[in-house]
Every structure is written in C-alpha cells, then in structure tokens.
C-alpha cells in the first residue's frame, strides 16, 4: 500500500506561483507513473500532470502546459508541481495519485484558491 500526503496549497492571487508536494509512505521509485490531478466546485476529477519513475518523461493537460512543472525526488520520496502564471480557472482541490500493480492510491487533496 501507499499512503500519500499533499501540502502546499494557499490561496494566491492571479499570476502568483505555489509549489506543491505529494510525500509517500513508502520508496517512489517503484511506482511507475505518479501524478498530480485536481477537482474543482461541480467538475470531474482531470488529469494536471504525470511522471515516470525516473523522470524521463513528463505529461501535461493543455491547459496548464508551460505555466505548471512536474518532478519527482526518489531520494525524499516525494513528487512536486511548480505552479506558475496561475489564474482563477485553476481553483480547485489537487490530489496526488500513484498507480501501484494496478491499484490507484489518492491523497486527501490540499486546496488551492485563485482569486484577487
């Protein structure tokens, strides 16, 4: 199993920067793709940004594509997002994800507020 803890989020205003971080229970290096994904007021749950357990590849939905950036630190077990030019319609819940032998394990979300 993997337990998975966010944090980060605050509430900023437009074109301000956050950096999330998604820490893990256990070693990331195992788990093939992590993600970040988000859920706001009356929305589905949609994908924001995924990585490959070595970081060698990278996926973006468009609408964060060049203002978000998504990494990984094995050595501290813990998957980021860097959050740039960031504006209202980016409100919304982000939850971390990893996909574990076919299992997918959420964390409890951390909110993030875009609003002047």
């Known amino acids: 199993q993997v337990q998975l803890v966010e944090s980060g989020g605050d509430m900023v205003q437009p074109g301000g920067s956050l950096r999330l971080s998604c820490a893990s229970s256990?070693?990331?290096?195992?788990?093939?793709?992590m993600g970040w994904y988000r859920q706001a007021p009356g929305k589905q749950r949609e994908l924001v940004a995924t990585i490959t357990y070595d970081g060698s590849r990278t996926n973006y939905a468009d609408s964060v594509k060049g203002r978000f950036t998504i990494s990984r630190d094995n050595a501290k077990n813990t998957v980021y997002v860097q959050m740039n030019s960031l504006k209202p319609e980016d409100t919304a819940i982000y939850y971390c994800?990893?996909?574990?032998?076919?299992?997918?394990?959420w964390g409890q979300g951390t909110q993030v507020t875009v609003s002047s």
């Open positions: 994800n990893a996909a574990l032998d076919g299992v997918n394990y």
């Open positions: 256990r070693s990331i290096f195992s788990i093939s793709t």
